[in-house]
């Protein structure tokens, strides 16, 4: 089964910024989105600083693409 960019931001869309209250999709945090084969690859950038959250942040958005059947 092919990973698709619509599937991929279904699921990252489940991962909810709570500094925001918003997910990250929703809020433009998601840049550079990048598919290829079971490979995927994207970049969070953040309005404010947050390097201390950005493990957990990390954590959620990897565990969230990897739901997608697919996904390596």
């Known amino acids: 089964m092919a990973v698709t960019e619509s599937a991929l931001m279904d699921a990252l869309k489940t991962v909810v910024d709570p500094n925001t209250g918003r997910d ?10 990048s598919v290829n084969g ?29 739901a997608v059947p697919g996904v390596g």
């Open 24 to 33: 990250f999709v929703s809020s433009k945090a998601i840049k550079n989105l």
């Open 38 to 66: 079971g490979d995927v690859a994207f970049d969070v950038e953040l309005g404010y600083p947050a390097k201390s959250q950005i493990p957990g942040f990390r954590k959620a958005l990897i565990d969230a693409a990897k």
